[in-house]
């Protein structure tokens, strides 16, 4: 009698392939990746190899990632993990961790989409289910109320997509903003004047808290205005030339400088002359020529000038 | 060089001197490094025969050649037959030679010895900026230091006497004026004695300075061998050196030596002579005539017809002095207009230190050299600013901290150093954002200093640091970028799919402000131009009235002077008839032209002014730009 011996190939245990796979995944802590499969589990057919992945992915062992190549990467899951992928299929999984790294300033269904090359409808689907298991949440940016931008459920939406405190429900609040400006310039006017009149007991600058206190105190705004947006608001008034800034070794915790009322907008103050002639501000001035139309022989803003000087 | 600066020029050469310089300056303004052989090319006829023609004859042919060098003034022209190459010869090398004692030309030397003049445009410069080196002047020295200034301006040279005697004059007649319009006569006041302290004062503060003199050119012999009325031959017979040859000019080696006892006496006894005894002068001023004082040449003298002791000695104005202190007195007035009067003394005094302690071809330098701070309390004890050494520190500290000036180290009271560069920077950038403000407001300068602290933002990041709307800032941007004081830089899609917005362009603003700088400089000549125009077009239009307000100006004038010597006769009659004459002279100008006259005197008086006020912009500018090429 001759035995044949059986050509079929031993099926090995998904057992231990899973062990095999979770030893591999352990030596490997940044992820295993395709290559790292053909090189450490060559014995193992491809296609079981896979099958135990996504158990391992579905039992919560295993986690899948995507680089910037868009190669695939799994990773032994920390214990101490989000228990609440739990449950989740390998492309939901995959568009959660691909939206935990963009962060709080979120992303689009389009750039989910450029990144990891799957399907329009696909991510469609799964942003769906990811944001009725409340795992993700819609922001809408502002000034572009149409546009969605998808976040991580837990995560604060960034300053950029926020309104903030200098937004209404139309956008930037300019008003409400000129406003502040004023205020504060207000404030820093009246401690210049009681400065100078008191002669070196009072100082003319202000810290951000005083300022602040003052906005709070003179009620022009319904919300509460942080540290910040005061230190904005001076800083726009810098720029434009009404407040300056100086050193303060004495200031609040809050703040490291003090401001007051740039000397320039103090009375008595010269300025650099040449902006006085009615040239430099003439809104016609390129079309000027002599012997043109518009000539400065004839001009009248010249001529109101030279009697507007005494 | 704008061309109204050219003009200017040949135009202040035409009135004061003669047609033919103007012509001479004009013709090596547009061909530079031209030779003698050039210039002489241009007055010469195509039949050979050397001569310029009566005015009327202007149909001639080669006057052409001439026209279109005289331009407005050619009805105004007469010229006289010249028919020797002599007389052409000489005309052009006291023409150079004018010009030359001027400064208003460079001269080099070609490989085969010939020698090229070419326009001093620095002391073209100079010269357009005379007003406003005079108010400079008046401001901080006075009147009588102004007139000498200005003698020596428009004069190019001037020996000591002749500016002194003039000086005075000018000085005796305005207390003239001024003692005969005032109800009660004036004590009179030495002019000699005003003009003479003005002229040391500026000579040690080095507002002017010695200068060897241009003598101009020995008659030269006839080597054309034609013999009178001839025919010109070659070229070749003119020799470049017998301009160069004979017009010497000499250096001195102490330009700023003060004035001797004995150049002072000698002025005041000229001075003297020259005002006659109706002036009446200080005993100072009165000296033995049998003295004559022997003047120290410093120089090598040539014999010509002038005096021996001012043959090899004469003066000119410093134009790099008063640069320098039209500078500091830029720096000063900023101080004062942010800090204080007293904190702009500080720097006054810490700027005449400075001035004391550099030499002359000092270039500008952005840093100044270290200054103690005792020098600093000694200059202020000796200037009349005692009173800002109180509080000294902390005008230092304040001017440190606005940039004027830099802390070098803290020991015994600190040293110091005026940080030129820096200072001018910030004004000038201060002096756009002035301009910006009055174009575009107050939003448009937040921007314009945003970009200019952080350079290269979006639109986007800008709208965050300066809170300003979308719309708006967009608006204020795009005309920023149109009217040249913002920039922008683009960079192009990307090609990384990667990029979460790959089709987007993205566009930088950033702030070039030397670039800025360039397009106002030229702006703000052109506005001065403008303004130029518009006081000439004035007065051209009211020429008639001005005439005759001068021509009953002078009739007044002589009647004044006939009724005062009628009444010293005791000729009552005649004074009185002579007195109602003037009053019937006094009537001729009618009120409204009056009026007429008042409005333009105010019209020209607003023009010369922003002319002066553009003229400081531009200079700023001009230091600006000097100091930003140093840098680069």
């Known amino acids: 009698i001759k035995l044949k011996m059986s050509t079929a190939t031993v099926k090995p245990d998904p057992d231990d392939i899973q062990t095999r796979l979770l030893n591999l995944a352990g030596q490997l802590p940044a992820g295993i990746n395709q290559a790292a499969l053909r090189s450490h589990l060559s014995d193992l057919p491809m296609d079981r190899i896979i099958q135990c992945i996504n158990q391992l992915t579905q039992s919560g062992k295993l986690e899948v990632l995507q680089t910037a190549n868009r190669e695939l990467l799994w990773r032994l899951r920390d214990a101490s993990a989000d228990r609440r992928l739990d449950g989740l299929d390998t492309k939901e999984v995959m568009v959660y961790e691909q939206l935990r790294a963009f962060g709080n300033k979120g992303a689009s269904a389009q750039q989910l989409q450029s990144r990891s090359a799957m399907p329009q409808r696909e991510i469609g689907k799964c942003l769906n289910s990811l944001e009725a298991k409340k795992l993700v949440k819609i922001v809408r940016p502002v000034g572009h109320a149409k546009k969605k931008i998808f976040m991580l459920f837990e995560l604060e939406p960034d300053a950029s997509l926020q309104a903030g405190t200098f937004f209404s429900g139309e956008g930037f609040d300019q008003e409400f903003v000129d406003v502040l400006c004023q205020q504060c310039t207000l404030y820093l006017r009246r401690k210049a004047e009681a400065a100078a009149t008191s002669a070196a007991t009072t100082s003319a600058s202000a810290t951000l808290e005083e300022v602040q206190q003052f906005i709070g105190q003179s009620r022009v705004s319904t919300v509460a205005l942080s540290l910040d947006d005061i230190r904005r608001v001076l800083r726009a008034l810098t720029l434009e030339g009404v407040v300056e800034t100086r050193p303060g070794p004495y200031a609040g915790a809050g703040s490291s400088c003090l401001y007051r009322l740039a000397r320039s907008q103090l009375p008595a103050s010269g300025d650099f002359g040449a902006v006085r002639v009615p040239c430099v501000s003439c809104p016609v001035a390129p079309d000027c020529r002599i012997g043109g139309e518009i000539s400065p022989i004839g001009c009248v803003y010249l001529t109101d000038w030279a009697k507007g000087q005494f | ?632």
């Not at chain 2, 040949?10 to 047609?19: E, G």
């Not at chain 2, 009053?583 to 002014?609: N, Y």
């Open chain 2, 1 to 632: 060089m704008a061309v109204s600066a050219v003009d200017q020029i040949t135009s202040f050469l035409r009135v004061h001197f003669s047609p033919e310089t103007a012509a001479v300056f004009l013709y090596i303004s547009k061909n530079s490094k031209s030779t003698l052989q050039m210039i002489m090319q241009q007055f010469r006829l195509p039949s050979g025969k050397v001569s310029f023609f009566p005015a009327e004859n202007l149909a001639h042919s080669s006057s052409l050649k001439i026209l279109k060098y005289f331009e407005k003034s050619i009805p105004s022209l007469a010229f006289e037959t010249m028919s020797t190459n002599n007389q052409v010869l000489q005309m052009v090398q006291q023409c150079l030679t004018l010009l030359l004692t001027h400064d208003l030309l460079v001269l080099s030397r070609r490989k085969d010895s010939a020698i090229e003049y070419s326009i001093n445009w620095a002391q073209v410069r100079v010269l357009n900026r005379a007003p406003a080196f005079l108010c400079l002047t008046r401001t901080q020295l006075g009147h009588a230091a102004e007139l000498v200034i200005e003698e020596l301006l428009y004069s190019g040279r001037l020996g000591l006497l002749a500016c002194l005697a003039t000086v005075a004059k000018r000085l005796a007649e305005e207390e003239d004026e001024t003692s005969s319009s005032a109800a009660a006569a004036p004590a009179a006041v030495d002019p000699g004695l005003r003009a003479l302290n003005a002229f040391a004062s500026l000579l040690e503060l080095r507002f002017i300075q010695r200068r060897g003199s241009v003598v101009p050119p020995l008659p030269v012999a006839d080597n054309s061998g034609c013999g009178s009325g001839g025919r010109l031959e070659d070229d070749d017979e003119f020799e470049d050196d017998d301009v160069i040859g004979s017009s010497k000019i000499y250096r001195v080696e102490k330009p700023f030596a003060p004035l001797s006892r004995a150049e002072r006496e000698a002025a005041l006894r000229h001075i003297r002579e020259s005002l006659g005894p109706a002036v009446k002068l200080s005993d100072e001023s009165l000296e033995p005539p049998a003295k004559r004082p022997r003047v120290a040449a410093e120089t090598t003298s040539v014999a010509d017809a002038r005096r021996p002791e001012e043959a090899a000695q004469e003066f000119s104005a410093n134009a790099q002095q008063l640069r320098f202190r039209w500078r500091d007195s830029i720096l000063t007035r900023a101080a004062a207009s942010v800090l204080g009067a007293q904190a702009s003394r500080v720097l006054a005094a810490m700027l005449d230190i400075v001035d004391e302690r550099v030499r002359l071809g000092h270039a500008q330098s952005a840093e100044s050299e270290v200054l103690a701070h005792a020098d600093i309390v000694a200059q202020l004890a000796a200037s009349a600013a005692g009173d800002a050494r109180s509080g000294l520190d902390q005008h230092l500290s304040s001017l440190a901290e606005d940039g004027f000036i830099e802390r070098q180290s803290g020991a015994a009271g600190g040293q110091f150093r005026i940080l030129f560069r820096r200072a001018i920077f910030s004004l000038t950038r201060q002096s756009v954002a002035a301009v910006i403000r009055q174009r575009l407001g107050d939003k448009a300068v937040r921007v314009f200093n945003a970009l200019s602290e952080e350079p290269n933002l979006t639109q986007a990041e800008l709208e965050s640091h300066v809170l300003i709307g979308g719309r708006d800032c967009k608006e204020l941007l795009y005309r920023l970028l149109v009217d040249g004081f913002v920039h922008c830089a683009e960079l192009s899609r990307a090609a990384d799919f990667m990029n979460p917005r790959p089709n987007t362009a993205y566009y930088l603003f950033h702030v070039n402000l030397e670039q800025t700088t360039r397009k106002l400089l030229l702006n703000m000549h052109t506005y001065q131009d403008r303004l130029l125009t518009r006081r000439l077009a004035e007065v051209a239009t009211n020429r008639r009235l001005l005439d005759k307000r001068q021509r009953v100006k002078e009739l007044l004038k002589n009647l004044d002077a006939q009724i005062s010597a009628a009444d010293s006769a005791g000729n009552s009659d005649a004074s009185a008839e002579l007195s109602e004459q003037r009053a019937q002279a006094a009537q001729l100008l009618t009120p409204p032209e009056r009026e007429q006259l008042e409005t333009l005197k105010r019209s020209r008086t607003a023009l010369r002014a922003g002319e002066l006020l553009l003229e400081e912009n531009i200079f700023l500018y001009e230091l600006f730009l000097e100091f930003a090429s140093q840098h680069n």
